[in-house]
């Protein structure tokens, strides 16, 4: 027996739901339906009246979860997919995120993103927001990359008072596996090392951690020992320990799924060579996304996105440098 990505979510969501009678759910077929990936599923049956079903209008969604978490209440709302999330640009960013500053009440609403591609899912299903959402103050970006910590992020991000940007990666949903979900489990705020290594770091986060480990997996075979960084959030970044790795490694390359402009990968860059400039031994890297609509057909989805060998092949070069 074991556990998926979407268990947890779903596993996390029931716990909450238990724990804590100010929580609800809200979003699109997410009742009856259990929701497009079902991670709701049954959710309704168990906790009556407290699973509701949202009109596609995202906007009005996220309108409704700022109201209700001023009001106390601890609204988790479901987007059908991250790309729909733009039409509730104006309420997250506006709304929940300015409205502590503005008026000292805070806004625990937590926006669950079904992020990143899939083969076949195209451009309006497919996008990474995660770099997006991070630019604005008053929001937590989180980017869970394992099963344990797709449950415990969510838990511990509902208990936050600030609304929190959830970014779950459908492709992790049920190909990612675990025994169990541990007990243990790290802050928000704070990253791990996936893999270690000294001969060069790659910092990731979401499904390209497991990328990432991959082409470490294969350069190993040629004697490169890569150290890989998963972020597990973009905001607020630990920007501590990646430089601790670049000291240990002199090598530094970013990746990431989303585009190319600006963004998480960006951000990386650019905080290691203001903070960490006399720790690198070459210029530091990075690799998204190409700078196009993600296409459809699955083959191109797959050179669409940073791979094992790209990432393999971008590391090669920095580590001939």
């Not at 790309?83 to 805070?106: C, E, K, L, M």
């Amino acid at each position: 027996m074991s556990v998926t990505y979407i268990d947890a979510i779903r596993e996390a969501q029931e716990k909450l739901l238990r724990d804590d009678e100010r929580v609800f759910l809200y979003g699109q077929d997410i009742a009856t339906f259990g929701g497009a990936f079902k991670a709701t599923k049954g959710l309704a049956a168990l906790f009556p009246g407290r699973v509701f079903d949202a009109p596609i209008a995202e906007d009005a969604m996220i309108g409704l979860a700022v109201g209700a978490a001023i009001e106390g209440l601890r609204p988790i709302v479901e987007m059908q997919f991250a790309d729909f999330s733009s039409i509730a640009f104006n309420q997250i960013v506006n709304q929940a995120a300015t409205h502590y500053y503005r008026t000292g009440v805070p806004i625990p609403i937590t926006v669950r993103l079904p992020s990143g591609g899939t083969p076949g899912s195209g451009p309006f299903h497919s996008q990474s927001m995660e770099g997006i959402y991070a630019q604005y103050p008053g929001l937590i970006v989180l980017t869970p990359a394992t099963v344990s910590d797709a449950y415990h992020m969510l838990i511990d991000g509902v208990a936050l008072d600030d609304p929190v940007v959830y970014c779950e990666h459908k492709f992790l949903y049920r190909w990612l596996k675990a025994k169990t979900i541990n007990n243990e489990h790290l802050p928000i705020g704070q990253a791990r090392i996936a893999r270690p290594g000294k001969h060069a770091t790659v910092v990731a986060y979401s499904a390209m951690v497991h990328e990432a480990v991959r082409a470490a997996d294969r350069l190993q075979r040629d004697g490169w020992e890569i150290e890989v960084v998963d972020l597990r959030s973009v905001k607020p970044l630990d920007l501590d320990t990646i430089l601790a790795s670049v000291a240990r490694t002199g090598r530094l390359l970013a990746v990431g799924e989303s585009f190319p402009w600006g963004g998480v990968t960006a951000e990386v860059v650019s905080l290691v060579t203001e903070h960490g400039f006399n720790l690198l031994d070459a210029p530091p890297q990075r690799l998204n996304s190409r700078d196009t609509p993600v296409p459809y057909h699955p083959k191109l989805w797959a050179s669409h996105r940073p791979t094992p060998e790209s990432i393999c092949d971008s590391l090669r070069q920095l580590l001939r440098f």
